[in-house]
């Protein structure tokens, strides 16, 4: 169920699918202690722009901390032990976002400054290399893992390289430190190859779509495979609802599939548009969504009604 209360009560269920018009930090407030499982939020970024749905904070280093200091301590708060936070902004704030974000979560717990590159259409410069990035802050609390941090690349025609069986195409790689047990399992179940001499190479095996093959590697803190929306990117036309900020699917998509799993809790505490809980219903995951704008939740309850599940 989908709700909307302009005032929360006390306290939030801990599993819950709702969104919020509220003062995101009052809304914090109300939700219990360890219960969030990932926490993504696409921050103010410090420009100082009035954007028509919102303003936004002035690029000053007292601004910045007097409204993020007490929620960023919220949002620790509300985040189980084992929870991520992801905050996303542009270069203006995020050298003190990451001084806050140390002293709040821990140094220890900094996995990664993400760089989401991106093409713009934006007018040239000569004082300055044109902006084509944002920056995204992950921490993660405890031994937590990502569960899903692949993406698959297409191979092309030429297959130099690689090697093909009964079972399809494969490349070959060392086994590092695998155990012998570990390699006699590998090999019972077709994914060794010993050559000659008796050396074990581990058999990678392509994935066929209809379109080709693809190969499955791990995701680096560089995603310039994901656009945003502007006068290059035609495709994404769709799925952009006239909200300044809004950012594509792919990129929550990826976020939440890493850091969750079905059925976990997910919080944006500046929903804007409402792509996370859209991403979330599609994806079966809870959620909780706030934003202090009524027009980012009447856009959010739109798409959510029309969003699959």
Same mark, same amino acid.
């Given at each position: ?7 929360? @009560? ?9 969104? $919020? ?11 219990? !202690?360890? @219960? ?41 708060r509300v985040l189980k032990d084992t929870g991520s936070i992801y905050l996303q902004m542009d270069t203006r704030i995020n050298h003190w976002m990451r001084c806050i974000m ?7 717990? $900094? ?10 259409? &934006?007018?040239? !410069? ?15 609390l405890g031994n937590n893992i990502l569960y899903d941090c692949e993406y698959l690349e297409k191979i092309e025609n030429n297959y130099s390289g690689y090697y093909e069986d ?9 086994? /590092?430190?695998? !155990? ?17 001499? #008796? ?12 379109? &080709? ?13 994901? =656009?945003?929306? #502007? /006068? ?6 769709? =799925? ?48 909780? #969504? ?20």
């Open positions: 169920m989908i709700e909307q209360p302009q005032n929360p @009560t006390l306290p939030i269920p801990r599993v819950t699918s709702s969104v $919020f018009c509220s003062d995101n930090l009052e809304l914090m407030k109300t939700i219990e !202690s360890n @219960t969030i499982d990932l926490i993504y939020c696409d921050i103010l970024y410090g420009t100082g722009r009035n954007f028509g749905d919102y303003q936004d904070l002035k690029p000053i280093r007292s601004e910045i901390e007097a409204h993020y200091l007490p929620r960023l301590k919220e949002m620790h140390d002293d709040i979560f821990g140094y220890e717990n $900094f996995r990664n400054e993400i760089i989401w590159a991106y093409e713009t259409a &934006g007018r040239k !410069s000569k004082r300055k290399y044109r902006p084509s990035h944002d920056v995204i802050l992950f921490y993660a009964e079972k399809g195409w494969y490349q070959m790689t060392g086994t /590092g430190d695998y !155990s012998d047990e570990s390699i006699l399992k590998l090999k019972e179940n077709g994914l060794i190859h010993t050559n000659g001499k #008796g050396k074990h190479y581990l058999k990678i095996y392509l994935i066929k779509k209809e379109d &080709g093959l693809y190969k499955a590697k791990q995701l680096k803190d560089v995603w310039n495979d994901i =656009q945003t929306f #502007g /006068g290059v990117n035609k495709h994404l036309k769709k =799925q952009f609802v006239g909200y300044s900020t809004q950012k594509p699917k792919a990129l929550i998509e990826r976020i939440i599939k890493a850091s969750t799993n079905e059925g976990d809790l997910v919080a944006d505490f500046y929903l804007g548009s409402g792509t996370t809980a859209v991403v979330c219903k599609e994806l079966n995951r809870n959620f909780i #969504g706030c934003d202090i704008n009524p027009r980012a939740i009447e856009i959010t309850l739109k798409r959510l009604n029309n969003a699959r599940s």
